[in-house]
């Protein structure tokens, strides 16, 4: 009787992992994955900080207060209380300036994702479903765009254009979609020979309901795999372009402008350069560790080792 | 093989030739050339003159013609701040380049393979470890915050190494090391996972079992066979080398194509931005279709229809 039980409690604790859709057997495997975890809690810090800089900065991350200029962080002698990582050149507290950076980098990195993400998965879903002539424009446009380097061609572009917020965000957007399209357009061709379209099609559903109801739903996962690592990347980008002087205007705190004018004070203060470099470091860090869990979780057959 | 090489060559020169268009388009962006180039304090009649003298009062299609005829040719014109051609220029500047990207490419080579097969071996032992923490800060670390890292502690706290400009070995290593980090990264954990994976294969089992030493199944056995994503790889790091020398050129002023058109964009000598764009995209497209030639080496099933 005992031995019965048991098989039977087997087979229904076997069941039950056989019956678990797809999608939660993902998120089980995600929530299991200690390091995704990890990754994710650095990403949601970044997130918090960006949303509530106002609340949690200790010090107004642009006043400029010479009395306090370039004080070192807490542990070293000549520190101040309440100047945790120390301060810049002109007395703005670096802590502040990098919560308010974390602000400037999730709203670029985020809107690089949805722009980038929106042109790449619509032009990947044509060039794969639709083929033919247009597959092969899109993809020799990719091809062009690849073959730029893509930090001269945004520096090209924003010493024409000149500057802004949006420009930038539009800049590392536009070189962004390359990505999506290639990973997207290899999943469509071969999803569009699956029974499950096939039957669609043979059914007679329009060729927007395949593409919206069977097709783009089976390749959410590999964009959202993507879009972490694009996001990562536009972090890194958007330093880069302030570290360049091509960045937003140096009176926003960004982590790139930190970097930049740390660099001008490497001899005497240290921390200037040191802690934004840190921050975006760490947050790109979480961010790639985050993608692969995701990848891991979504992809059984690509489980890193 | 000559049929492939026909197609590839032409593929590459269509992307080269959609490059030089978006060069031409980018200049246009915002209308008129003339009011980019000048600084902003021109009178009007420096703008009316200035349009003349470089034809762009003429029609954007005559323009075109124009730009495009003498681009094929290597012409784009010649540089406003230092009168010379500006691909002359470009040109003048490369071996810097090249020297900077191809030691910082045989760097990430000599370090990162044998490091992922140790990694791969040893599994989850601390030479492991060490192999996948370095990978992961490694990918996360800006190229602009690693320079300035090195030039903190190599170049002012410890005064061992030069921080700027060319000459000699000493003055080639902090920049080679900070360009070369992030692709040593990547190729360790590539290699790493690459060996994981063909090292569970049957024939390296089998290999194994039938009495071979573990270096030599590990060198002709696995290493042979996990080396074509690791070249794959190598051939995309060439674009990164490429937009990662831009950055590390400023930081540690070294004077190749990189710096040059940062210079130029400051300069507003779009003439010379244009040249280092076009020249760089055609040494990527050139390299990365050696770099598809040499699969067949590699991997003696490939042959090229």
């Known amino acids: ?305 | 093989m000559v049929a492939y090489l026909v197609r590839r060559l032409f593929g590459a020169a269509l992307v080269l030739a959609g490059v030089t268009v978006a060069v031409f388009l980018i200049l246009h962006l915002s209308g008129d050339p003339a009011l980019i180039m000048l600084p902003p304090e021109a009178s009007q009649q420096d703008v009316i003159n200035f349009r003349h003298e470089y034809g762009f009062d003429r029609p954007v299609l005559v323009q075109f013609g124009d730009f495009a005829w003498h681009a094929i040719r290597g012409d784009f014109g010649t540089s406003i701040r230092h009168g010379d051609p500006a691909m002359g220029l470009a040109l003048e500047r490369l071996p810097a380049t090249a020297e900077l990207a191809f030691s910082a490419l045989l760097l990430a080579m000599i370090v990162a393979i044998p490091a992922g097969i140790v990694a791969a071996t040893r599994r989850e032992t601390p030479i492991d470890y060490i192999v996948r923490g370095v990978s992961l800060v490694g990918q996360a670390a800006p190229v602009y915050w690693i320079g300035i890292m090195f030039i903190l502690i190599f170049g002012v706290a410890l005064g061992w190494l030069p921080i700027s400009g060319m000459g000699g070995i000493k003055h080639l290593l902090l920049p080679m090391i900070t360009l070369g980090a992030f692709t040593t990264a990547k190729l360790m954990r590539i290699t790493r996972s690459g060996m994981l994976d063909v090292m569970r294969s049957d024939y390296v089992r089998t290999a194994l079992a039938k009495g071979l030493s573990s270096l030599s199944v590990t060198v002709h056995h696995a290493l042979r066979n996990a080396i074509l994503p690791i070249v794959t790889v190598i051939g995309l790091e060439l674009g990164t080398l490429l937009s990662g020398a831009v950055i590390t050129e400023t930081i540690f002023s070294w004077p190749g194509i990189g710096r040059l058109a940062v210079q130029a964009i400051y300069d507003r000598d779009y003439p010379v931005v244009e040249a280092v764009v076009v020249l760089t995209a055609a040494i990527f497209v050139g390299l990365n279709l050696l770099v598809d030639l040499t699969y067949a080496v590699f991997d003696p099933r490939i042959t090229y229809k």
């Open chain 1, 1 to 305: 009787m005992t031995t019965l039980n048991v098989a039977a409690k087997d087979l229904a604790a076997g069941e039950e992992v056989a019956f678990v859709p797809r999608r939660y057997q993902a998120l089980r495997y995600f929530m299991r994955s200690r390091a995704a975890m990890f990754g994710g809690a650095i990403v949601a810090v970044l997130v918090i900080c960006a949303i509530f800089a106002p609340w949690l900065a200790p010090h107004d991350p642009t006043v400029q207060n010479l009395n306090m200029a370039t004080l070192p962080p807490f542990w070293l002698h000549g520190a101040q209380p309440g100047y945790w990582l120390g301060t810049d050149e002109l007395g703005r507290d670096i802590l502040a300036r990098i919560i308010w950076g974390a602000r400037l980098s999730s709203i670029v990195a985020f809107s690089v994702v949805v722009i980038g993400s929106i042109i790449g998965v619509s032009l990947g879903l044509v060039a794969g479903y639709v083929g033919g002539i247009l597959d092969d424009v899109i993809m020799r446009i990719a091809d062009i765009q690849l073959a730029f380097p893509y930090v001269l061609l945004a520096i090209a572009v924003i010493g024409v254009i000149g500057a802004s917020l949006y420009t930038i965000i539009a800049v590392i957007g536009i070189t962004s979609w390359v990505q999506y399209v290639r990973i997207v357009r290899a999943e469509v061709i071969s999803l569009r020979e699956r029974e499950f379209v096939q039957a669609a099609r043979a059914v007679g559903d329009s060729v927007t309901r395949i593409i919206f109801r069977h097709v783009l739903p089976n390749v959410m996962s590999s964009v959202t795999v993507i879009a972490t690592f694009e996001l990562a990347r536009a972090i890194i980008f958007e330093a880069a372009l302030s570290f360049l002087g091509l960045g937003v205007p140096p009176s926003i705190p960004s982590w790139g402008n930190m970097l930049a004018e740390g660099r001008q004070y490497l001899d005497t203060s240290w921390w200037m350069g040191t802690f934004p470099g840190l921050a975006i470091m760490i947050t790109v860090m979480g961010v790639n560790i985050l993608g692969d869990g995701l990848r891991d979780a979504f992809d059984p057959g690509l489980r890193s080792q």
